[in-house]
């Protein structure tokens, strides 16, 4: 026989406090003999009524824990039956008669005002002789209780709820959920608010400078800065210098010259550029401090080098060239993603001279070829500390994940005879790297991405989804091996950054599982946290120190940065017409660039957004390029008008929403900000087709 109760239960609301429009909550005042105690209500002896017996009605104002709601329930349906399990008769109802109300208190008109008494009763229970709920009584008895004793709740009993997260009301409430509540993190903010929320999306000038949360000991410019400057040595590095045609197989299959129409609306001039040439913007617009050039193939990634405060300016540019050897594979195909390549590839450092004005003065040229033979580099990151050398030839530490699974690490040298601060430098020398500095391998898994954690420090992603980190030492006797190898997440990891220099231990990294998390590099497995999930994966992701944000990609076209104490809420900054492939950020601004497929490289700022909720959202498009297939010609148009970016509340009744296949050509595959402080306006952005912009895009006051 199935039991069931017709009884009518109370429903217990634990979210409405029933005291709640009384007078206070403080403590009550000397005790009245004439009125009647709190223990003396608990009791039930108000009005001479004896011990207060526990009715099942529900009638306790909240009073009972836990365990008792669980265990009155539980008797209301055992009520319902006779002691033979036979249902009992109803019959009707009498109606109890009106019980007059007594308050706890007698009422003092003469009592002084901040006396209220206490309304509050104690969390507390006592089992009562009552005749009522004689069978919780009998099991609580037999478990070891005693009657009229003051018995704590069930701590085995606990209320489940959740409590939601707090939502930044205020100007005030934002501020501490971005940067916490040091005061000194909060002067800092203060300083990034009135430094960069006004730049509406473009950098200016005025406006460039280092990230206050970025703290140089000042003992270590005092030390020698061979043993503390230097880095992490030479390590196993060996190279030699080519000669012109042993270089050049390394430089891929030439392909065919590209046509490209540029200038103003009207004013159109169309220019073609052959493999490595370059063309100065300002011939057709005078007003611009850009340069184009032609790598030669699909721009996979590219950075500047860092450490040059002044003089020449040097850039890395990794591409794909289409004459690259495919070798054999192995039967069955292994997906492209979690295979291993390794082919004859070289990296380009560009040189370009600047003026007076820190601006791009001449034509830019290559410097040098890093030739290797493990497969093109997919990503390039150069060592963000600011380093000393002894050697002004020294670049700098250049970390790249090649082709063939691998990711390395390369100390650049320009050659004996090339002087780098010099304008009126030319030539180029192909350097083959035989053995890296360091190398960072793993038998077992593929790694797709690197970025630095300190100087002698680096972090990679893999294809698995794991995680690791090596200690790079050029001492022989330590063998070179992961101290850290973690799932992170479910599968292919498609960008990693650390938070430095804030945070150098904690890393954001975006996968194609649809998630970005922020992890901690002490205990990937606790200290993580991923935000909203998106259908199409992110694949790009960069950090913000200034803001304490990272920045990623939601649902292929929205760019929206995450605050680190927030990691879980998104604010939007951006949005393409295609699928964003590539992110960067900048140390000397909160300013990034974005590129899609759509051919647009897109500027904004998100410090606005971060400091006032209801401030207006700017992007800047920098640049557009279509392609016309039936003259295999590119047309670059700018000039764009400033346009705001809000995410509609309400979508297009009506409207189908489209997707759209754009041409490979024409695709921005790679962006990037110089980082040096006085060059900090410089952008660049590389497309599939190979052509690079570079532009000095800094606003003069």
Same mark, same amino acid.
């Given at each position: 026989? !199935?039991?069931?109760?017709?009884?009518?239960?109370?429903?217990?609301?634990?979210?409405?406090?029933?005291?709640?429009?009384?007078?206070?909550?403080?403590?009550?005042?000397?005790?009245?003999?004439?009125?009647?105690?709190?223990?003396?209500?608990?009791?039930?002896? &108000?009005?001479?009524?004896?011990?207060?017996?526990?009715?099942?009605?529900?009638?306790?104002?909240?009073?009972?824990? =836990?365990?008792?709601?669980?265990?009155?329930?539980?008797?209301?349906?055992?009520?319902?039956?006779?002691?033979?399990?036979?249902?009992?008769?109803?019959?009707?109802? *009498?109606?109890?008669?009106?019980?007059?109300?007594?308050?706890?208190?007698?009422?003092?008109?003469?009592?002084?005002?901040?006396?209220?008494?206490?309304?509050?009763?104690?969390?507390? $229970?006592?089992?009562?002789?009552? *005749?009522?709920?004689?069978?919780?009584?009998?099991?609580?008895?037999? %478990?070891?209780?005693?009657?009229?004793?003051?018995?704590?709740?069930?701590?085995?009993?606990?209320?489940?709820?959740?409590?939601?997260?707090?939502?930044?009301?205020?100007?005030?409430?934002?501020?501490?959920?971005?940067?916490? #509540?040091?005061? +000194?993190?909060?002067? *800092?903010?203060?300083?990034?608010?009135?430094?960069?929320?006004?730049?509406?999306? #473009?950098?200016?000038?005025?406006?460039?400078? /280092? @990230?206050?949360?970025?703290?140089?000991?000042?003992?270590?410019?005092?030390?020698?800065?061979?043993?503390?400057?230097?880095?992490?040595?030479?390590?196993?590095?060996?190279?030699?210098?080519?000669?012109?045609?042993?270089?050049?197989?390394?430089?891929?299959?030439?392909?065919?010259?590209?046509?490209?129409?540029?200038?103003?609306?009207?004013?159109?001039?169309?220019?073609?550029?052959?493999?490595?040439?370059?063309?100065?913007?300002?011939?057709?617009?005078?007003?611009? *401090?850009?340069?184009?050039?032609?790598?030669?193939?699909?721009?996979?990634?590219?950075?500047?080098?860092?450490?040059?405060?002044?003089?020449?300016?040097?850039?890395?540019?990794?591409?794909?060239?289409?004459?690259?050897?495919?070798?054999?594979?192995?039967?069955?195909?292994?997906?492209?993603?979690?295979?291993?390549?390794?082919?004859?590839?070289?990296?380009?450092?560009?040189?370009?001279?600047?003026?007076?004005?820190?601006?791009?003065?001449?034509?830019?040229?290559?410097?040098?070829?890093?030739?290797?033979?493990?497969?093109?580099?997919?990503?390039?990151?150069?060592?963000? /500390?600011?380093?000393?050398?002894?050697?002004? $030839?020294?670049?700098?530490?250049?970390?790249?994940?090649?082709?063939?699974?691998?990711?390395?690490?390369?100390?650049?040298?320009?050659?004996?005879?090339?002087?780098?601060?010099?304008?009126?430098?030319?030539?180029?020398?192909?350097?083959?790297?035989?053995?890296?500095?360091?190398?960072?391998?793993?038998?077992?898994?593929?790694?797709?991405? !690197?970025?630095?954690?300190?100087?002698?420090?680096?972090? +990679?992603?893999?294809?698995?989804?794991?995680?690791?980190?090596?200690?790079?030492?050029?001492?022989? $006797?330590?063998?070179?091996?992961?101290?850290?190898?973690?799932? =992170?997440?479910?599968?292919?990891?498609?960008?990693?950054?650390?938070?430095?220099?804030?945070?150098?231990?904690?890393?954001?990294?975006?996968?194609?599982?649809?998630?970005?998390?922020?992890?901690? =590099?002490?205990?990937?497995?606790?200290?993580?946290?991923?935000?909203?999930?998106?259908?199409?994966?992110?694949?790009?992701?960069?950090? &913000?120190?200034? &803001?304490?944000?990272?920045?990623?990609?939601?649902?292929?076209?929205?760019?929206?940065?995450?605050?680190?104490?927030?990691?879980?809420?998104?604010?939007?900054?951006?949005?393409?017409?295609?699928? +964003?492939?590539?992110?960067?950020?900048?140390?000397?601004? @909160?300013?990034?660039?974005?590129?899609?497929?759509?051919?647009?490289?897109?500027?904004?700022?998100?410090?606005?957004?971060?400091?006032?909720?209801?401030?207006?959202?700017?992007?800047?498009?920098?640049?557009? +390029?279509?392609?016309?297939?039936?003259?295999?010609?590119?047309?670059?148009?700018?000039?764009?008008?400033?346009?705001?970016?809000?995410?509609?509340?309400?979508?297009?009744?009506?409207? %189908?929403?489209?997707?759209?296949?754009?041409?490979?050509?024409?695709?921005?595959?790679? !962006?990037?900000?110089?980082?040096? =402080?006085?060059?900090?306006?410089?952008?660049?952005?590389?497309?599939?087709?190979?052509?690079?912009?570079?532009?000095?895009?800094?606003?003069?006051?």
């Amino acid at each position: 026989m !199935v039991r069931q109760s017709a009884r009518a239960r109370k429903v217990v609301s634990y979210a409405n406090d029933a005291y709640k429009d009384l007078d206070s909550d403080t403590a009550p005042g000397p005790p009245d003999e004439a009125a009647s105690s709190d223990e003396e209500f608990r009791l039930g002896r &108000i009005n001479g009524t004896g011990p207060a017996a526990d009715n099942d009605d529900g009638d306790d104002d909240g009073e009972d824990d =836990l365990s008792e709601i669980a265990s009155s329930e539980v008797e209301s349906e055992e009520s319902d039956f006779s002691d033979d399990d036979r249902p009992r008769s109803r019959g009707k109802e *009498k109606a109890s008669s009106a019980t007059p109300f007594t308050p706890r208190r007698p009422i003092d008109e003469d009592r002084e005002p901040g006396s209220a008494p206490s309304v509050h009763r104690k969390h507390i $229970r006592t089992i009562d002789s009552g *005749k009522s709920g004689a069978r919780r009584k009998t099991r609580l008895l037999a %478990q070891g209780a005693s009657l009229n004793v003051i018995r704590a709740p069930d701590p085995t009993v606990r209320i489940t709820y959740r409590p939601g997260f707090s939502k930044a009301s205020g100007k005030k409430d934002r501020l501490i959920q971005v940067y916490g #509540v040091d005061k +000194v993190a909060l002067e *800092k903010a203060a300083f990034v608010r009135d430094t960069w929320i006004g730049m509406q999306a #473009v950098p200016e000038r005025a406006g460039l400078a /280092l @990230t206050p949360f970025w703290e140089e000991e000042e003992e270590e410019d005092e030390k020698d800065e061979e043993t503390n400057r230097e880095g992490c040595g030479d390590g196993h590095q060996k190279g030699e210098m080519l000669e012109f045609e042993d270089g050049e197989k390394y430089l891929g299959k030439e392909e065919e010259p590209l046509g490209c129409v540029l200038g103003p609306v009207g004013q159109y001039q169309r220019a073609v550029f052959t493999r490595f040439g370059v063309f100065d913007l300002r011939k057709v617009w005078s007003e611009k *401090k850009a340069f184009l050039l032609n790598a030669g193939g699909q721009v996979l990634c590219m950075e500047w080098a860092t450490n040059r405060a002044e003089g020449c300016q040097y850039l890395a540019i990794s591409t794909l060239s289409e004459g690259e050897p495919k070798g054999k594979r192995n039967a069955p195909e292994e997906p492209p993603a979690f295979d291993r390549r390794p082919s004859k590839a070289a990296i380009q450092i560009w040189r370009f001279p600047v003026d007076e004005g820190y601006s791009p003065s001449k034509d830019p040229s290559i410097a040098l070829m890093i030739c290797h033979d493990w497969g093109p580099a997919r990503t390039i990151k150069w060592c963000p /500390l600011r380093q000393k050398f002894k050697d002004p $030839r020294i670049l700098g530490y250049l970390a790249a994940v090649f082709a063939d699974g691998i990711a390395r690490i390369i100390k650049v040298t320009l050659p004996q005879v090339y002087d780098p601060d010099s304008p009126d430098a030319e030539g180029c020398d192909f350097l083959h790297i035989a053995n890296p500095a360091f190398e960072c391998h793993l038998p077992d898994d593929t790694i797709t991405c !690197v970025a630095w954690v300190s100087e002698t420090s680096v972090v +990679v992603g893999c294809a698995s989804g794991y995680i690791a980190a090596w200690e790079l030492t050029d001492d022989d $006797r330590i063998p070179l091996i992961p101290y850290l190898y973690m799932p =992170l997440h479910q599968t292919y990891i498609t960008s990693i950054s650390t938070c430095y220099p804030s945070y150098p231990r904690h890393i954001v990294s975006s996968s194609m599982d649809g998630y970005s998390r922020l992890a901690s =590099l002490e205990s990937p497995e606790a200290d993580t946290v991923p935000n909203n999930r998106s259908r199409i994966a992110p694949c790009a992701i960069t950090y &913000i120190d200034a &803001i304490q944000a990272g920045v990623s990609i939601e649902e292929g076209t929205w760019v929206k940065f995450f605050p680190v104490r927030r990691f879980f809420s998104s604010t939007t900054v951006c949005k393409h017409g295609g699928i +964003v492939r590539a992110l960067a950020a900048s140390p000397v601004h @909160t300013c990034i660039v974005s590129g899609g497929t759509e051919g647009e490289a897109a500027f904004s700022n998100p410090s606005r957004r971060a400091f006032h909720g209801k401030i207006k959202n700017y992007m800047q498009t920098w640049f557009r +390029v279509e392609y016309s297939e039936a003259t295999d010609t590119l047309r670059m148009t700018e000039g764009f008008k400033l346009e705001e970016c809000e995410p509609k509340a309400k979508g297009d009744n009506g409207k %189908q929403l489209l997707t759209t296949v754009f041409p490979e050509q024409i695709s921005v595959s790679a !962006v990037c900000w110089n980082t040096n =402080l006085t060059f900090g306006g410089w952008a660049a952005a590389g497309l599939s087709c190979g052509l690079v912009r570079v532009e000095d895009v800094a606003i003069d006051s």
